[in-house]
């Protein structure tokens, strides 16, 4: 039996509907950009394997860093202990991060460091006497499969079930030129509840909602103007974090800060599951007292793994290198290029761009795990690149290292899809 049949035996993928989707494929090494299946084919990773592996797969420079660390210490509580690839990290990071940014809290994956943040935010105003009980967040998010994160994602397919289950929470439209005043008027409203303890977005690009963009400027009135209500604001920059959308994150489009912002996903390049949620000053104070129950009673088990650590180290030395930099302006550069040559085509209705992610959507209606989708997805895969079309959006977010023809083999079947459909 091939990896492809003993799989059907015991394993569940996640969100999979596994009556109608039986076979996956075994992927049994990665280099670069480069997925290699069982029968030796390959692909494109024409999206870092969900934007972790921004430096490639297995970057030589990672791969040593981490191997060293396992000699050295592989695990250990990080609650009573620290470690020194911890503390690397957290200065690391600090010289990178939006300056009001002093603290760093560790967990295990994107979703459970936006339920440490919804959890800080909460407990922020419930150690202050207050009790705010809910939460502003765009339509159409995706924060995570927790359930503080599901709560604060719109999206139905994945929530439905629970719907009776999660948090208040108050859906705000994204800002665009047409809705601007509505919106910032429901805002205001809102804020001036008194009720709202936290306002949580994902800044300039919605991942999971087909790469939707909204412009700064808009984005930077909402976060003034919470500011001003003082009620806390979250970036998740899980998916924009570390150089996706051309700085190393969005954040830094805006002149007003939000007080806490979430990573994770390319955080550790792919090599291993780890996120932070990083806060302000003015958030750790509000914890630290001298009545113990006014402390912050999280805690993983894996916080801080040192190899995960050491990997996000080696990650944000590749990050800070000139040649990633450039390659990140190369890929922004050739993704215009392709943008303006392909956006006039019959069955292209819109596209955009932010940084290294390019999206589409085709001029035809479609489910978002529909046929059509499934037909798009393994004619991709056919052609030997490994891109995951969202409903009738086709989006690319390659590894910097990517090459230019490698990029245009990328292009070339984004170009073919649109005759097939
Ligand atoms: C992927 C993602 C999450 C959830 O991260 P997991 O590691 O899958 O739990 C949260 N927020 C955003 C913006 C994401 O893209």
Redesign the pocket.
Known sequence: MNYKERDQKHLWHPLTQHKLHQEHLAVVRAEGVWLYDEEDKRYIDGISS??TCMYGHSHPKIISKVKQQLDVLDQVVFSGFTHPPAIELSEKLMAILPSKMTKIFFS???????DVAIKMSLQYYFNQGQKRKRIIAFDK??????FG?MSVSGLSVYNGPFEDFLLTVERLEVPNEQNITAVLNRFKDLLDSGEVAAFIY?PLV???ASMNMHQPEHLEKLLKMAEEADVLTIA?????GFGKTGKNFASEYMHTQPDMI?L??SLTAGVA?M?LTCCSQRVYDAFYDDQMSKGFFHGHTYSANPLACTAAIAGLDLLGSEEMQSNIQRIHKRHLEFEQHIRSHTKVKQTRVSGVIFAMDLDIEMERYGNLRDQLYHFFMEKGVFLRPLGNTVYTLPPYIISDSELDLIYDVMEQCLEIV
């Open positions: 969900w934007y295990d994956n994107g979703s459970t460091s936006v998010a995706f924060h995570g499969d927790t994160a994902e919605q991942g999971a998740d920059e899980v998916m924009t979430c994770s996903k599951p996120a």
